[in-house]
């Protein structure tokens, strides 16, 4: 089992441009969410998805976009890199549909960088 | 006021010390708790999930008090690994975590 794999580890935009952050697992969860990571801030929610074709919003959802067409993949869409999304971005899957109850696995975060 | 809130610390201990982290929530409502550890830089990791009873895994004891909305975490006998951040986790009714910020734990040698 690879786990939550996120790709890509590291990325810089310039403000304006889009991307698509990936996050897979084999596991077979069906809660996957994503969260950031600010200094000081703690991990806040960005979408979540209690399984393949739900997706439903966050904490911070505004600049971002997620859809879920199979239970693996979960793909967090940034529409129009700004320079306050430069932050952590970690994945979790976690086991059943009131996964958010359970123990969440997480990626091993994407650090993305906006100029 | 946030949603869940923790003393940033950092809390530098000896070896073998104990020592106990809070964490206080602000929704009555909230159904489930845990305690993640982070290492720098890396994925948090569930530590412990936190019951009504209080729950002990080792050198960790973990409470949860409903009355005064807060979770703890205790760790005795404190080893050099320990070195992490600890966050706890709340979890609401409308089916979405909340994590604390985090609490910097530095042990000693």
């Known amino acids: 089992n690879a786990g939550v794999t996120q790709t890509p580890k590291f990325q810089v935009l310039k403000t304006g441009q889009s991307m698509t952050l990936q996050c897979a697992q084999d596991?077979?969860?069906?809660?996957m969410s994503w969260y950031r990571q600010d200094p000081g801030m703690g991990l806040r929610l960005i979408h979540y998805?209690?399984?393949?074709?739900?997706?439903d919003q966050g904490e911070v959802p505004n600049g971002y976009n997620v859809s879920r067409s199979t239970t693996e993949d979960f793909p967090l869409r940034l529409l129009s890199a700004a320079p306050s999304q430069t932050s952590v971005y970690f994945c979790?899957?976690?086991?059943?549909?009131?996964?958010?109850?359970?123990?969440?696995?997480f990626g091993p975060g994407t650090r993305l960088t906006v100029l | 006021r946030k949603e869940v809130e923790q003393d940033p610390g950092p809390f530098n201990v000896p070896e073998g010390a104990t020592v106990a982290f809070n964490c206080t929530y602000s929704?009555?409502?909230?159904?489930?708790f845990f305690w993640y550890r982070q290492d720098c830089r890396k994925e948090p990791k569930l530590l412990m999930s936190?019951?009504?009873s209080g729950n002990e895994d080792g050198r960790f004891t973990a409470q949860l008090n409903r009355a005064s909305q807060y979770i703890s975490l205790l760790i005795r006998d404190s080893k050099l690994s320990d070195s992490a951040t600890y966050l706890c986790?709340?979890?609401?009714?409308?089916?979405?975590?909340?994590f604390g910020s985090g609490t910097q734990l530095t042990v000693l040698p």
């Open positions: 979790a899957s976690s086991y059943g549909g009131q996964g958010w109850t359970d123990e969440q696995f």
């Open positions: 596991m077979n969860h069906e809660y």
């Open positions: 998805s209690v399984g393949a074709g739900i997706t």
């Open positions: 929704n009555s409502a909230s159904q489930s």
């Open positions: 936190v019951y009504s």
């Open positions: 986790v709340v979890v609401s009714s409308a089916r979405q975590l909340t």
